[in-house]
Nanobody, 114 residues
Framework: QLHLVESGGGLVQPGGSLRLSCAAS????????MGWFRQAPGKERELVAR???????NYVDSVKGRFTISRDNPKNTVYLQMNSLKPEDTAVYYCNAVLIRSFWGQGTQVTVSS
């Protein structure tokens, strides 16, 4: 069974940076998409950023210019570099990978607060 294992969340002050990582437990899969969603308390889960196997990316407008998604295909790992973090970025961040069906990580908490 395939698992997605996330790391890198935590508490950071406004303006700070964090880097999230998500590794698939099997390297043989060539996911069509890998990406990150987030869910803040009382809000719906939203797509933050996504990257295709070919390297095309898309971002939600609120993070453009601050977040960068990247991918290591041989390692089936996706990263999210988050800079200039704001309190409104506070949420549980979920890794997502799609190959015929959608796979999810367990979530990692990101808290931006002074």
């Amino acid at each position: 069974q395939l698992h997605l294992v996330e790391s890198g969340g935590g508490l950071v002050q406004p303006g700070g940076s964090l880097r999230l990582s998500c590794a698939a437990s099997r390297f043989s899969e060539n996911f069509w998409y890998m990406g990150w969603f987030r869910q803040a308390p009382g809000k719906e889960r939203e797509l933050v950023a996504r990257i295709t196997s070919g390297g095309s990316t898309n971002y939600v407008d609120s993070v453009k210019g601050r977040f960068t998604i990247s991918r290591d295909n041989p390692k089936n790992t996706v990263y999210l570099q988050m800079n200039s973090l704001k309190p409104e970025d506070t949420a549980v961040y979920y890794c997502n990978a799609v190959l015929i069906r959608s796979f999810w990580g367990q979530g990692t908490q990101v808290t931006v607060s002074s």
